[in-house]
T-cell receptor, first 110, second 119 residues
Framework: GIQVEQSPPDLILQEGANSTLRCNFSDSVNNLQWFHQNPWGQLINLFYIPSGTKQNGRLSATTVATERYSLLYISSSQTTDSGVYFCAVGTTDSWGKLQFGAGTQVVVTP | DADVTQTPRNRITKTGKRIMLECSQTKGHDRMYWYRQDPGLGLRLIYYSFDVKDINKGEISDGYSVSRQAQAKFSLSLESAIPNQTALYFC??????????????????FGEGSRLTVL
């Protein structure tokens, strides 16, 4: 099956800093989603982005499907951005199932 | 109220006991999923259902069973719980999406999670 690698595994940021999280995948995808898991365990869908660029407030994401990667940008980070960020991908052969990466743990310090 | 509701939120049980985790949704989605999360790992798919009469095994279905009682309800059972099933369990729902004629799973929406401890 498709392999999903996220980097870095851990990230510590000072409040106000910018950062980039990366998701590499091993095959062509027709589905890519980014999620944030807050410190209380809640999982929130950030972006549905199989290709192109999207922005939502201080967060934006870009997927370059032909080069098999996606980037999640956090600008002017806040302590509420702390948590784990997951990307998940799907292919035409996966029948709608998504394969998750191991996540990037982000800690934003005041 | 949450669109995807899981019960119980926390459960401690003993080895060999039968446990059921329940999930209900008000989003009107046909697709429902059960995932398991272990510390340091991503989410792994246990079972999924694309409509009421459709049940499919995911990558880690051994030791689990499911029931899709209605479009809105999807339950996960551990027939005889064992300690290595201690984990955080998530139910999720999605719709279908079409991009340029290519159908795929839409945005995934998760419940709040059910933390299960098997002693």
């Amino acid at each position: 099956g498709i392999q999903v690698e996220q980097s870095p595994p851990d990230l510590i940021l000072q409040e106000g800093a910018n950062s980039t999280l990366r998701c590499n995948f091993s095959d062509s995808v027709n589905n890519l989603q980014w999620f944030h898991q807050n410190p209380w365990g809640q999982l929130i869908n950030l972006f549905y982005i199989p290709s192109g660029t999207k922005q939502n407030g201080r967060l934006s994401a870009t997927t370059v499907a032909t080069e098999r990667y996606s980037l999640l940008y956090i600008s002017s980070s806040q302590t509420t951005d702390s948590g784990v960020y997951f990307c998940a991908v799907g292919t035409t052969d996966s029948w709608g199932k998504l394969q998750f990466g191991a996540g990037t743990q982000v800690v934003v310090t005041p | 109220d949450a669109d995807v509701t899981q019960t119980p939120r926390n459960r401690i049980t003993k080895t060999g006991k039968r446990i059921m985790l329940e999930c209900s949704q008000t989003k009107g989605h046909d697709r429902m999923y059960w995932y398991r999360q272990d510390p340091g790992l991503g989410l792994r798919l246990i079972y999924y259902s694309f409509d009421v009469k459709d049940i499919n095994k995911g990558e880690i279905s051994d030791g689990y069973s499911v029931s899709r009682q209605a479009q809105a309800k999807f339950s996960l059972s551990l027939e005889s719980a064992i300690p290595n099933q201690t984990a955080l369990y998530f139910c999720a729902t999605s719709d279908l999406m079409s991009r340029t004629g290519d159908w795929s799973t839409g945005e995934l929406f998760f419940g709040e999670g059910s933390r299960l401890t098997v002693l």
